[in-house]
């Protein structure tokens, strides 16, 4: 029975059939829902029903992870991986949502890891062909939506309890846009020497990854183009040889450096 079940587990979170890509789907939409209960949380954190929604996430959360694991089949590995200290971190705050500080925000890094899985994406490319033509596209639209939740998300966790201008995440998405866009508005700011560092990292390291990342987007240096002969896939936008065999590409572009 044991065995049966380890093995049905391990069809659902590795397998190539259908059931299984419609189960790693459910998974994808189950954390999209933790960011979503997240943000709702935000607005209605003293409330004893959205305690009771933390707990009752946390114990999802806790049989999803403990299904993985029994899954897994390179166990220590995946217990000492980051996402995994990621999930404990967010089980045990949800947990403690009553007594200490929320820092479910580490969420994003298990969605994170999920939509760039080698499985999901694999099912994607297999069912959407959608997907297919705009891959790159889409994955470097979620590392920039990725990357501006994280920032939003620490500076909400860290400034609502003393800051009166930050109550809400809508309030921390609104600073954190106009500082990584250099508009700077100046209605809301930063309290305390920890919030003025933040700001500080914000503006050294977030507005270059954040245009850099916006570059990645609109503008990129890499281009999918699949040569002919050693099936090298991935080459430089003005790229006139594989660099891999020395096959002349064509390219299409439209010049623009």
């Not at 699949?226 to 020395?246: N, Q, T, W, Y």
Request: charged residues 20%; neutral net charge.
């Amino acid at each position: 029975m044991t065995a049966k079940l380890r093995d049905r587990l391990q069809r659902l979170y590795f397998g190539d059939d259908e059931g299984a890509r419609r189960f790693r789907y459910c998974l994808v939409a189950f954390d999209i829902t933790t960011l979503l209960v997240f943000l709702l949380s935000s607005f209605a954190s003293e409330e004893l029903w959205m305690i009771a929604l933390d707990v009752v996430m946390a114990v999802l959360l806790s049989v999803e992870f403990a299904a993985r694991l029994y899954a897994e089949p390179a166990r220590k590995e995946f217990l000492l991986s980051f996402a995994t200290l990621a999930d404990l971190v967010v089980i045990l705050s949800l947990l403690l949502a009553a007594f200490v500080e929320n820092l479910a925000f580490m969420r994003i890094v298990r969605a994170l890891r999920l939509l760039r899985s080698y499985h999901l994406l694999r099912d994607l490319r297999a069912d959407s062909s959608w997907f297919r033509l705009h891959e790159d596209v889409i994955q470097r639209t979620v590392n920039l939506g990725v990357f501006i939740f994280i920032v939003t998300s620490v500076v909400y966790v860290t400034q609502h309890v003393v800051n009166p201008k930050i109550s809400n995440y809508v309030d921390a998405l609104y600073f954190t846009v106009t500082t990584l866009t250099t508009t700077g508005f100046g209605d809301i700011t930063l309290e305390g020497v920890g919030g003025r560092l933040l700001v500080v990292i914000v503006m050294f390291v977030g507005v270059g990854l954040f245009l850099r990342l916006l570059q990645a987007i609109f503008h990129p240096y890499k281009v999918r183009f699949e040569c002919p002969d050693c099936g090298l896939l991935v080459h430089d936008i003005d790229a006139v040889h594989c660099k891999h065999c020395g096959r002349i590409l064509h390219i299409r572009n439209e010049g623009v450096p």
